[in-house]
């Protein structure tokens, strides 16, 4: 929420939008970016993913990629779709955008990332962590200071994709692992077993996949403090975002109905 209490949302097919907590109005924030941006102005926001909020009101958020969502045949919004189409195409086209809420420009600050999904900004403000999900790695985008403007790694070679980030409690971050890593991931790089992996499905090949429930805490510098894990999925699993509050933490899941929490105090 921003500081007047209204809810902010990244709408996979509509953009970033609010919901006025006064009226009860759903307000497009930005469904394209700003002719002003630096880079690609004027383009559509085709898959608005995850958000967060920094003191001074910029909202830091992500597209995960420029294959447009749409509707599967039971009309629910299809990301997983979005998400296969754009690992089996290689479409690296991930962003991380900024709208300023006092001038209403939505600018992109950084792009070629293979699926951006989730965003937190750092407790001093410094830079924003975004979690790019082919690849199992966490970037920084460093708003201030010497390097700022430029994209680092935070973290890489995770055992599995990331999807949502948050910040803890203690000043470090919380990090989502929605999937464990797969055998096919090595060759996700080259074209022909890309092409090949699409064509499975048409052929009544369906690969099996692992499961598992997973979050990390990882320090600001990318050290893993610690692991929390349901190794084989059977309490939780697919988690895709993690909040910490009053001592304890909430999961959301990719294809559940429900939401999971344990107590956690430091």
Do not use: C
């Not at 500081?3 to 009860?24: F, H, Q, T, Y």
């Not at 990301?79 to 195409?89: D, H, K, N, R, Y």
């Not at 209403?104 to 937190?120: E, P």
């Amino acid at each position: 929420m921003d500081a007047d209490g209204n809810l902010l949302v990244a709408d996979s097919a509509k953009g970033l939008i609010m919901l006025e907590r006064a009226s009860g109005k759903v307000v497009i924030l930005a469904s394209q970016v700003s002719a002003d941006s630096p880079k690609d102005p004027g383009s559509v926001i085709s898959y608005a993913n995850d958000l967060d909020i920094a003191h001074d009101g910029t909202v830091y958020f992500t597209t995960s990629s420029d294959i447009p969502v749409v509707p599967n045949a039971i009309g629910l919004w299809d990301t997983f779709a979005v998400f296969t189409l754009t690992m089996l195409q290689g479409s690296i086209t991930g962003r991380l955008l900024s709208y300023n809420p006092k001038t209403q420009a939505t600018h992109v600050l950084a792009d070629g990332f293979w699926y951006a999904n989730g965003v937190a900004v750092a407790q001093d403000q410094s830079f924003v962590a975004v979690a790019e999900t082919v690849t199992m790695t966490v970037h920084k985008f460093w708003l201030n200071g010497p390097k700022r403007g430029q994209t680092e790694v935070m973290i890489d070679s995770l055992p599995g994709f990331p999807d949502g980030v948050s910040l803890a409690v203690d000043g470090n971050f919380w990090i989502t692992l929605v999937a464990p890593n797969q055998p096919f991931v090595k060759v996700l790089p080259y074209r022909l077993p890309r092409f090949i992996f699409a064509w499975l499905p048409k052929l009544g090949v369906k690969p099996k996949t692992k499961q598992f429930g997973m979050v990390i805490k990882v320090s600001p510098e990318g050290k893993v403090l610690e692991h929390l894990m349901d190794s084989d999925g059977s309490v939780v699993s697919t988690i895709s975002s993690v909040t910490e509050h009053n001592g304890r933490l909430f999961f959301g899941n990719l294809v559940g109905d429900f939401v999971s929490y344990i107590d956690y105090r430091l």
